[in-house]
């Protein structure tokens, strides 16, 4: 069983930043696809950022220009960079890992409220 851990989440001001980090055990966690996908109050799971293995990336309209996915093999880690805040970014924050075999894994998920 793969265990995602996510943390950087809280509360910020309309206009803020913060940084979501997700760590992935294994050896293999260059070869997977990871993403950030977010789950509003009384709406279905949305993508927000995916970066494959070979470091291209595909964002949400909703993000895009304001959002950055990157990650870090070294430290089997994964990062999401959010700028520019704004309170329709409310929502829990999931990282996903799909490995080679097209396995999909999920964190816990982390809370980010951007509220005034």
């Known amino acids: 069983q793969v265990q995602l851990v996510e943390s950087g989440g809280g509360l910020v001001q309309p206009g803020g930043s913060l940084r979501l980090s997700c760590a992935a055990p294994g050896m293999f966690f260059s070869l997977n696809t990871m993403g950030w996908y977010r789950q509003a109050p009384g709406k279905q799971r949305e993508l927000v950022a995916v970066?494959?293995?070979?470091?291209?990336?595909t964002y949400a309209d909703s993000v895009k220009g304001r959002f950055t996915i990157s990650r870090d093999n070294a430290k089997n880690t994964v990062y999401l960079q959010m700028n520019d805040l704004k309170p329709e970014d409310t929502a829990v924050y999931y990282c996903?890992?799909?490995?080679?075999?097209?396995?999909?894994?999920w964190g816990q998920g982390t809370q980010v409220t951007v509220s005034s």
């Open positions: 996903n890992q799909r490995d080679t075999y097209g396995r999909h894994y």
């Open positions: 970066i494959t293995s070979d470091g291209s990336t």
